[in-house]
């Protein structure tokens, strides 16, 4: 699974950690939610609001990939397409990459 982003670890599972304020929300993506406290946001998608004090934990992951020979992070955009992003100005140049916010293959 490609993951990018601040996630904490909540009841055994690595859930997206979104803060807005002083609220932090809880994302599970899937199917079926095995947390009977998350609301339904949307389809395949449970959110859980938690104030500060109870996020006891939370770390930044990046996924990374090599193309062609250059490292970049990667993130799902969709299930078929995928984001890759570098400060590489070289990397740019040599793969003759359009320089945009995130570059779609």
């Given at each position: 699974?490609?993951?990018?982003?601040?996630?904490?670890?909540?009841?055994?599972?690595?859930?997206?950690?979104?803060?807005?304020?002083?609220?932090?929300?809880?994302?599970?993506?899937?199917?079926?939610?095995?947390?009977?406290?998350?609301?339904?946001?949307?389809?395949?998608?449970?959110?859980?609001?938690?104030?500060?004090?109870?996020?006891?934990?939370?770390?930044?992951?990046?996924?990374?990939?090599?193309?062609?020979?250059?490292?970049?992070?990667?993130t799902a955009l969709n299930d078929n397409k995928?984001?890759?992003?570098?400060?590489?100005?070289?990397a740019y140049e040599r793969l003759n990459i359009?320089?945009?916010?995130?570059?779609?293959?």
């Open positions: 699974m490609i993951k990018f982003g601040t996630y904490t670890l909540y009841k055994g599972y690595f859930l997206r950690l979104v803060k807005k304020e002083d609220v932090f929300t809880l994302i599970f993506d899937g199917t079926e939610c095995p947390f009977t406290n998350f609301i339904k946001y949307a389809e395949n998608v449970y959110v859980l609001n938690l104030k500060k004090e109870e996020v006891l934990n939370a770390l930044f992951i990046r996924t990374k990939c090599i193309y062609k020979g250059y490292e970049f992070d990667l995928y984001g890759i992003v570098t400060e590489s100005k070289e359009e320089y945009r916010k995130m570059a779609i293959y």
